[in-house]
């Protein structure tokens, strides 16, 4: 006789890809619950890159409103009220939140607002002591931040909690020189705090051309951000009148407001009982998985951040997609991990797809490189030196575009249309076979010789 299960599917984490997981299974006509500990929506859109591209957005203003007036406007009384922007922002994430579980309603996907752990290949305990069967359990709970572990470090603050702060520090200092590190550099720097970034390595946006980001770091310390490298932090203490004092390696201390910590982030497995199943985790927590997202044990699949593979949240939807197709729609998918378009939302921005140049000329030995250093039309008119920095990686046997990358304003727009023809491996013959956009800094991607 046939198992019997609660549920065909039981998804611990209600993210991205756990969302887009639970609706499509219960489309294909799965019996669904999924547990979610946090709130739904999971990182990106409750504490990650959907709140901070509004912050990105809202400092964006310091710069446009300085510029006015070479287009003629007159702007007075210009001042920045720090809780309106972070409460509008929360209201945002608010409705975020309930469209993602209107969704989950519309599909009939059972939720259980608490935490789940695994109790074997086929059980689930929730925090309330319920156990449940499931035919097939789906791990997407995606990762956590990073805390080092040095004295005072509870006095510090993650991703997690800086769109919470109660008031718009002065002076900020940001551990980690990553995406998350840069993108709330940029966003306090230009929102008027001095913003230090202290990093334990000499390199930014290590996975990035080096040319951008040279460039990007020339530009940011323009603007009055200062750097340590090789300075991790030893201390934070709390002072009398409430500042914090930053001790760093062999250099003299830092005072500031807000210490914010981006030192990475780590799979959010621990104590998820992965164990009881056989699923031994691998580096960094992550689980691993198989093509189609199989762990180690058959019933148990794993999606997203929680996985070794690319942590991305449009790869997690894909993957969450991919999964229900699979396993309940009939319909097996094999994902391609090449191309995948990634930005950092710094000031300025830069965006990439593909192969560095370190990166082709170790795959293919003879390749072309072409670049645009330009400035910009709207920088030039504003009076703004920043220049804007285009390249493209071309394989010199069968001159396809292998890689793109860019520093620059709206390079991350730009990028997702590039991506396509990257994906689609056209030549560098194609590209100058396109009719420029002018007046656009995209047309430098064609006009390239």
């Known amino acids: 006789m046939a198992a019997t299960y609660d549920y065909d599917l039981f998804v611990i984490g209600a993210g991205s890809g756990g969302v887009r997981a639970s609706r499509v299974a219960a489309a294909h006509g799965a019996r669904v619950a999924v547990a979610e500990e946090h709130r739904i929506g999971g990182t990106c859109v409750i504490r990650g890159c959907v709140p901070k591209k509004l912050l990105v957005y809202g400092s964006h203003f310091a710069e446009e409103l300085h510029d006015a007036a070479h287009y003629g406007w007159s702007v007075e009384g210009m001042r920045f009220d720090w809780p309106v922007l972070r409460d509008t922002v929360l209201r945002d994430v608010d409705r975020i939140n309930v469209a993602y579980t209107q969704t989950l309603e519309s599909h009939g996907v059972e939720r259980f607002l608490e935490r789940a752990v695994v109790t074997g290949a086929h059980g689930i305990r929730l925090a309330s002591g319920r156990e449940i069967s499931a035919k097939y359990i789906l791990i997407a709970v995606g990762a956590w931040p990073v805390m080092p572990d040095f004295p005072g470090n509870d006095l510090c603050i993650t991703s997690n909690e800086v769109f919470h702060l109660p008031k718009f520090p002065s002076r ?62 030893q201390q934070v203490e709390r002072q009398p009148d409430g500042m914090l004092c930053v001790t760093t ?201």
């Open 172 to 233: 900020v200092v940001i551990q980690g020189a990553g995406y998350i590190a840069m993108e709330f550099a940029g966003i306090f720097n230009a929102l008027g705090a001095h913003v230090t970034v202290v990093s334990r390595s000499e390199t930014i946006l290590r996975s990035y051309e080096q040319a951008l980001r040279d460039r990007l770091l020339q530009i940011t310390m323009a603007r009055g951000i200062d750097y340590r490298f090789h300075c991790p932090i």
């Open 249 to 449: 390696e062999g250099r003299d201390s830092l005072t500031a407001d807000v210490v914010l910590i981006a030192t990475g982030r780590r799979a959010k497995t621990d104590g998820l009982g992965l164990d009881s199943a056989g699923i031994a985790l691998g580096p960094n927590g992550a689980v691993p998985v198989g093509d189609h997202g199989v762990t180690s044990c058959p019933g148990i699949y794993a999606v997203g951040d929680v996985t070794d593979r690319v942590q991305l949240t449009p790869v997690a939807i894909r993957e969450g997609q991919a999964f229900a197709d699979g396993v309940f729609g009939g319909k097996p998918v094999t994902l391609s991990y090449d191309c995948i378009p990634s930005a950092v939302f710094s000031q300025p921005p830069l965006a990439a797809v593909g192969l560095t140049e370190g990166q082709a000329r170790e795959k293919f030995g003879a390749i072309k490189v072409f670049s645009s250093d330009f400035r910009p039309m709207k920088n030039v008119f504003a009076g703004r030196a920043e220049r804007g920095l285009y390249k493209l990686v071309v394989d010199a046997a069968s001159d396809r575009v292998v890689g793109v990358h860019m520093i620059g304003p709206e390079a991350p727009e730009i990028l997702q249309a590039v991506a396509i023809a990257v994906k689609a491996g056209l030549t560098k013959a194609d590209f100058e076979a396109t009719v420029a956009l002018h007046p656009s800094m995209a047309e430098e991607l064609v006009l390239m010789r």
